[in-house]
């Protein structure tokens, strides 16, 4: 019997040995074709991707009022945001990660004329054209039809300037962003400056506002304000745009004994309406202007002391203290000095535009529109203004706000000087005029 055990137990152990073997040479031959493979795929893949070479050029479109009715305020934004891009082209362009480079932006400016029809041809030319981007600063009623337009085409539009509740009313939007002044924030800044003053009043409003997108929605923000805050207001009828014969108005807010008032109008439109209410022996103890009225320019032309005392709002001082506002500020001066040509605060904004497109295009890394659109809408940084960032529903977004009066300096010349500065504590105020000479 032990025999025979012996003799079965050394095939059976010569056997197990074999399978063993079998197993181990199985296994080295799955580590040597995995090794192999291994390697063949390392070889392959570390060979780096060769990068596309970068385009010539960054096409971003430009519309623009060079004619026409807004040629004044058109111009200005083409003097800024060229000087803006001048400087990004200056070291080298917009980096863009996917072609390790920097890129040099192309603007190409188109003129609208003034004609929102005219806003809107150009916006589908610039589509065919193959812009990356579009920069559309001019008024709502311009920005608007031409923003329809790119939104069609998915191509980002960037507007600086104009009052936001204009631009949020026309969305919703998908690719149009703007960043400018808010109306809410004038009304809100002018009211808190007002606290220190309105029991030196009779608390009494007139509110004059022009019939047109910018005195309806000061209308709708400002009455109920002022009802909250405990002031009596007289708020006639909104004067269609054009009136030249205000007088049954002034003749009104003399019998009412309003000694506060708030004018809506351009320019030319207050100098009339200014002229009358002295011809006629109106004059409150505070007035606030929120048209045209923040260049020098304007000042002058309304003739003598006219602009004596009266507010408005500014949306940039040269106290500013952020980076980009110190650069603007060197722009702002070099065309006050060499060329007589006052940017105007809001300018501040246009400027802000270029840098807002090229702080997105490297955070996107490339020219793609939907990774553009995106990096706009998750701007975080600091313009001339102040700070840049959208709201993610609406897309808009707005700077630093305060209150500036025109006064004249010793020497005779105009300065709209600040009076009120909540969020800069840095601009320097000075006491205002009041009550008004």
């Given at each position: 019997m032990k025999g025979i055990a012996r003799g079965n137990g050394m095939p059976c152990c010569r056997s197990a040995i074999t399978k063993v073997q079998g197993a181990v040479i199985a296994i080295i031959a799955i580590i040597i074709v995995a090794a192999l493979v291994s390697g063949i795929y390392y070889y392959y893949t570390s060979i780096p991707t060769p990068t596309?070479?970068?385009?010539?050029?960054?096409?971003?479109?430009?519309?623009?009022?060079?004619?026409?009715g807004l040629a004044t305020v058109g111009r200005l934004q083409k003097i800024t945001i060229e000087e803006a891009v001048k400087m990004i082209n200056s070291e080298g362009g917009v980096f863009l990660k996917q072609y390790q480079a920097k890129v040099p932006i192309e603007l190409i400016i188109y003129d609208d004329e003034s004609n929102p029809a005219r806003a809107t041809e150009l916006a589908g030319r610039l589509a065919a054209e193959g812009v990356v981007a579009v920069i559309c600063c001019s008024y709502a009623h311009i920005v608007t039809p031409a923003a329809k337009v790119t939104e069609r085409y998915g191509i980002p539009l960037l507007n600086g300037g104009t009052p936001i509740e204009f631009v949020a009313a026309a969305g919703p939007w998908n690719y149009t962003w703007s960043y400018g002044m808010?109306?809410?924030?004038?009304?809100?800044?002018?009211?808190?400056?007002?606290?220190?003053?309105?029991?030196?009043t009779n608390m009494k409003f007139a509110v004059i506002l022009s019939d047109d997108i910018i005195g309806r929605t000061q209308k709708t923000l400002l009455v109920p304000e002022l009802e909250k805050r405990g002031y009596s207001a007289f708020v006639p009828d909104l004067y269609p745009p054009g009136t030249t014969d205000f007088t049954a108005l002034i003749t009104k807010m003399k019998e009412e004994k309003c000694e506060i008032l708030w004018?809506?109008?351009?320019?030319?439109?207050?100098?009339?309406?200014?002229?009358?209410?002295?011809?006629?022996?109106?004059?409150?103890?505070?007035i606030y202007q929120s048209g045209g009225l923040a260049r020098l320019e304007e000042v002058q032309a309304l003739g003598g002391d006219l602009a004596l005392g009266v507010i408005t709002f500014l949306c940039w001082h040269y106290d500013y203290p952020f980076p980009m506002s110190k650069t603007f500020r060197e722009i702002w001066t070099k065309y006050l000095v060499e060329k007589n040509i006052d940017l105007s605060p809001v300018a501040a904004y246009y400027f802000t535009v270029p840098f807002i497109l090229?702080?997105?295009?490297?955070?996107?890394?490339?020219?793609?529109?939907?990774?553009?659109?995106?990096?706009?809408g998750e701007t975080k940084m600091i313009g001339a203004p102040g700070p840049v960032s959208f709201d993610s529903v609406t897309?808009?977004?707005?700077g630093y706000m305060c209150l500036g009066q025109w006064m004249k300096t010793e020497y005779g010349t105009w300065i709209l000087q600040p009076i009120w500065s909540k969020e800069v504590p840095e601009v320097k105020t000075v006491e205002p005029i009041f009550p008004l000479p």
């Open positions: 596309p070479p970068p385009p010539e050029k960054i096409k971003i479109g430009m519309i623009a009022s060079l004619s026409g808010s109306y809410k924030k004038i009304i809100d800044d002018f009211l808190a400056f007002l606290e220190g003053y309105k029991n030196r004018m809506h109008g351009t320019a030319p439109t207050f100098a009339t309406f200014w002229r009358q209410c002295l011809a006629l022996g109106y004059k409150p103890k505070i090229k702080d997105a295009l490297e955070r996107a890394g490339s020219l793609d529109r939907e990774a553009l659109n995106k990096a706009i897309h808009v977004g707005t």
